[in-house]
């Protein structure tokens, strides 16, 4: 995204146009008692002055910069990364141990290039891959390298999500324990590490160079003390401890939502509804104010909130209720965030956030309260509260809301040539200083006696609670 300067103020009392109109009158003066200026002098001079008024003219007019984006520099080359070429197994086996554990009968005698991810919020993973693969990448961020040598990062495409849930029992349920243990995550987990650590460019570095996406709160949750001195893509801290996961090494993905884009314009028409919200009532954790906020909630006029799991319906009537909605309400969960943050971003329904602790992706670039609205959960569970901060709310203002989320919406869509996955790897090549810092440290630091982990160089990835409204 192109940088766009900020418009300049103007001084009445030193204006540098006022400034520039009294020269060119000094020196119309000055050619009146002095015929003898040479017309190229006198050329210079309204040249100057008119390509000082076209400057100061053209600032005051240019648009101001978006108040929802701010653009990084551009960086002066690309990062080059390197593919890891895992054994089968731990990508597209992972795919076909899905299938066939939901359907013991299926031949899996398909090609590569018919074998499709199973649609859930954690594909990110799937898409990564798929874009490192694309033959032309000219317009990408990061560039594929085939010889690890020439690299700056090394990316390792285990879908670790997917292989979480490949097994839809759990043993010793409903006689099926034979099938359950067919297919191991916590196994798999050893098996990638193990042969991650034998290669040498993991050996030359530390793994601090090496990039791992592990979505769902808990993949990889059996190595992650084996990787975390390398970047991990992750979609919260909400199952990581400060001296495993940070902001300043690792990245927030967005999951990817779950119901089709607002195909509409921006407005208030067939936004009937105040408010909406449909998941699990019933969370651990920092989820559980999803009960409390439902008793609150549950009667109040022109606010919808239901209870739902994953599933086609499901998703239909989620899909009806953001598009007809101002409102869209965003609890906590078992973790900070969930897909339903981003499906009320591709719905133009404004976001009511009410989490202590979340963290949000690409907050380089995007400003989240110009399109959202946060509640710490103290406020939010004050009957009355919420509703009557959401109706106070001028339609003026969610026009802008609403203008926010559909210029931002395209950072979520995983699918879009310049949407999610590119600025993924912006933010992973952001990283890039810091892990050269790191390397040449370690080589030079020969022994520490911290007494914990190097906090300096993790840091904490937590958040101080969200301040009240």
């Known amino acids: 995204m192109p940088e766009r300067a900020m418009p300049r103020k103007s001084n009445p009392s030193s204006s540098p146009l006022k400034s520039q109109t009294a020269t060119l009158t000094l020196g119309t003066s000055r050619m009146a008692r002095r015929p003898f ?67 013991p009968q299926r031949s899996l005698l398909i090609s590569e290039s018919d074998l499709h991810y199973p649609g859930h919020q954690h594909s990110a993973e799937w898409w990564l891959l798929t874009d490192l693969l694309r033959p032309d990448r000219s317009t990408s961020p990061v560039e594929r390298v085939k010889n690890p040598e020439e690299a700056d990062l090394y990316y390792v495409p285990f879908f670790s999500s997917l292989s979480l849930i490949v097994n839809p029992f759990r043993p010793g349920s409903d006689g099926v324990a034979d099938r ?21 460019f993991w050996r030359r570095n530390n793994g601090r160079d090496h990039v791992f996406i592990c979505q769902d709160p808990n993949a990889l949750y059996k190595v992650i003390d084996r990787i975390k001195n390398g970047v991990l893509l992750v979609s919260d801290f909400g199952r990581l401890r400060g001296d495993q996961a940070s902001l300043v090494k690792d990245v927030i993905l967005p999951y990817s939502h779950r119901i089709n884009p607002f195909k509409g314009e ?54 009806q209720g953001m598009h007809s909605s101002k409102f869209c309400l965003h609890p906590a969960g078992d973790t900070p965030s969930a897909c339903r943050l981003f499906d009320a971003i591709v719905s133009l329904c404004i976001p009511v956030i009410v989490s202590d602790y979340i963290e949000l992706p690409f907050e380089d670039v995007i400003d989240y309260k110009e399109i959202a609205i946060f509640f710490d959960t ?17 339609t003026e203002k969610i026009l802008q809301y609403q203008h926010g989320l559909k210029e931002v919406r395209h950072f979520f869509e995983y699918d879009d040539p310049n949407g999610t996955v590119n600025e993924i790897w912006h933010q992973v090549s952001s990283k ?22 190097d906090l300096p160089c993790i840091c904490s990835g937590h958040n101080a609670t969200i301040a009240d409204h």
């Open 37 to 103: 200026l040479r017309p190229s002098i006198a050329a210079f001079a309204v040249a100057f002055s008119l390509v000082t008024i076209f400057a100061i003219s053209h600032s005051i007019l240019s648009p101001p910069p978006s108040p929802f984006l701010s653009s990084p520099s551009p960086s002066v080359r690309r990062t080059k990364i390197y593919l890891y070429e895992l054994p089968r197994l731990f990508t597209y086996g992972v795919i076909e141990s899905y299938l066939l554990a939901r359907d």
């Open 180 to 200: 359950a243990m067919a297919y191991n995550d916590g196994d798999m987990q050893e098996k990638l590490v193990s042969w991650v650590e034998g290669q040498e």
């Open 266 to 319: 921006v407005g208030i028409k067939g936004r009937d509804s105040l408010l909406f919200f449909m998941g699990n009532r019933y969370r651990k954790e920092g989820g559980k104010i999803r009960d409390t906020l439902f008793q609150i909630l549950e009667n109040e006029e022109d606010v919808i909130i239901k209870h739902g799991s994953q599933s086609r319906e499901s998703r239909r009537i989620a899909t």
């Open 378 to 394: 103290t406020t939010a569970v004050q009957p009355g509260r919420l509703t009557s901060i959401l109706r106070g709310i001028s």
């Open 432 to 453: 890039l200083a810091l892990i050269k810092l790191m390397i040449n440290r370690d080589k030079r630091l020969v022994k520490r006696d911290l007494g914990g982990p």
